[in-house]
């Protein structure tokens, strides 16, 4: 009888997650389904991931969160190798929005055993490849000023205390340059391939992460306005509702800042720049993934019925392909 596929599974051993001893326990019950590489350091998990694509792998998996897969999707990126995905992370946004089920590790390894492939868009923030979202600024400080130690002892807790610190500190001015020469004016920005956000919240009402284009909020308001609206424009359905902030899909985009501003990309910081180049990279990236995503939740299905009015995101340019 022929064997099922063994994979190469790269995770990270270290990460705090609230799955760890679950996922220890399925990867070691699945043992030989895998032939796993543990990391022991940040960039470890790219530079593993582009070996295997390099031997002409064709499937790499990543076991972990959104940081872990971020890093493997560096590697894989301009390859034609796929991604297989096993959502161990607390968040797990990237699984969420594929419709991987990121509830049930099984159900997650049957969907990789299925074979279906799904080819999405992968952009870049001056080099580094996204698949669901970055942001430059106020978020990206966020991020910047949680530290591993907060985080292992607080968890999504240390990520609410950073906020409030951030909030405080004089926001800087960025002028936004889209791929038709407009330009807008803000204090943060966030650019969605897909729609969620965070985990549950559609942020990105109208993303779509195979149409090559990117939605980008501009915030004008700085500060507990910018939280505030972000909330309420949540709660309505939509961060595009708010007066305070500008909804665009483009194909592309510069941001350029008064001063070097922190940026990240799927929730992981890439660094400090006073200008961002956001573009789409050569090549499309391979996912193993269902047909369609998840049944959506009770507040999506609310909103649905409610057939709440927005803002339509205005259009920059056609497709180019």
Not at 204 to 214: I, Y
Not at 302 to 311: E, F, G, I, K, N
Request: charged share 25%; proline share 5%; with cysteine.
């Amino acid at each position: 009888m022929e064997q099922p596929r063994r994979y190469p599974l790269i995770f990270n051993p270290k990460a705090r997650s609230q799955k760890g001893g679950r996922t220890l326990r399925f990867l070691m019950k699945h043992a030989d389904r895998f032939a796993m590489y543990a990391t022991k350091h940040a960039g470890e998990a790219r530079v593993l991931a582009a070996d295997f694509a390099a031997r002409g792998e064709p499937v790499v998996i990543a076991a972990g969160g959104d940081g872990t897969l971020n890093e493997v999707v560096s590697g894989l990126a301009g390859t034609s190798t796929i991604l297989g995905v096993i959502p161990a992370g607390t968040m797990n946004v990237f699984a969420r929005e594929m419709g991987i089920p990121f509830d049930s590790l099984e159900r997650a390894l049957a969907v990789i055993d299925s074979g279906h492939i799904r080819e999405i868009d992968l952009f870049e923030a001056n080099g580094s490849p996204f698949v669901q979202m970055a942001g430059v600024g106020f978020d990206a400080r966020v991020i910047e000023e949680t530290t591993w130690e907060s985080k292992k002892m607080l968890g999504p807790l240390a990520y609410l205390l950073a906020a409030v610190k951030v909030l405080g500190e004089k926001p800087p001015h960025m002028e936004v340059v889209f791929a038709d020469g407009r330009r807008e004016q803000g204090v943060a920005v966030l650019a969605g391939n897909g729609s969620l956000y965070g985990g549950q919240f559609r942020l990105f009402p109208n993303a779509d992460n195979h149409d090559s284009m990117l939605d980008v909020i501009v915030y004008k308001e700085s500060g507990y306005k910018l939280v505030l609206d972000s909330l309420r424009g949540l709660a309505l359905g939509g961060i595009d509702l708010m007066e305070s902030t500008s909804y665009v899909q483009t194909e592309g985009f510069t941001v350029h800042a008064d001063r070097e501003v922190p940026v990240e990309v799927d929730g992981e910081w890439a660094g400090r720049f006073s200008e961002v180049c956001f573009k789409e990279t050569a090549s499309r990236l391979r996912v193993l993934a269902p047909d369609g995503p998840l049944a959506g939740n009770f507040v999506e299905t609310l909103m649905s019925l409610l057939q709440w009015p927005r803002r339509q995101p205005e259009p920059l340019t056609a497709r180019s392909r």
